[in-house]
């Protein structure tokens, strides 16, 4: 069992940067795939970037790939999303998860175990 909660959402006007963490409880955190999502109202909950138990592959979504950066710190069980360049379109509430998967990247949200509670980015234009 793993408890994800997230941290470091906020209001940031467009262009700003923000930087989510995900913490995570459990001694087994190094064995899971890591995932973030958002979901804007209104829309379904769509794949952000992922990253390997490693820490050494990671795959994007296309509207993100090269503002957001996934990592991770396995010492402190923590997941991180380093947010560039900021859009009104990125505005939701951003999710992390954790798939017990052995693919070292997961995209598809049905594959993840367990989520947080979320948390709020809204980008003001």
């Known amino acids: 069992q793993v408890q994800l909660v997230e941290s470091g959402g906020g209001l940031v006007q467009a262009g700003g940067s923000l930087r989510l963490s995900c913490a995570a409880s459990g001694r087994t955190f190094s064995t899971y795939t890591m995932g973030w999502f958002r979901q804007a109202p209104g829309k379904e909950r769509e794949f952000v970037a992922t990253?390997?138990?490693?820490?050494?592959?990671?795959y994007y979504a296309a509207s993100v790939k090269g503002r957001f950066t996934i990592f991770r710190d396995n010492a402190k069980n923590t997941v991180y999303l380093q947010m560039h360049s900021l859009k009104p379109e990125d505005t939701a509430v951003y999710y992390c998860?954790?798939?017990?998967?052995?693919?070292?990247?997961?995209?598809?949200?049905?594959?993840?175990?367990?989520w947080g509670q979320g948390t709020q980015v809204t980008v003001s234009s």
């Open positions: 990253m390997s138990r490693s820490g050494n592959s990671m």
């Open positions: 998860a954790a798939a017990s998967s052995l693919l070292p990247v997961v995209v598809s949200r049905t594959e993840y175990d367990y």
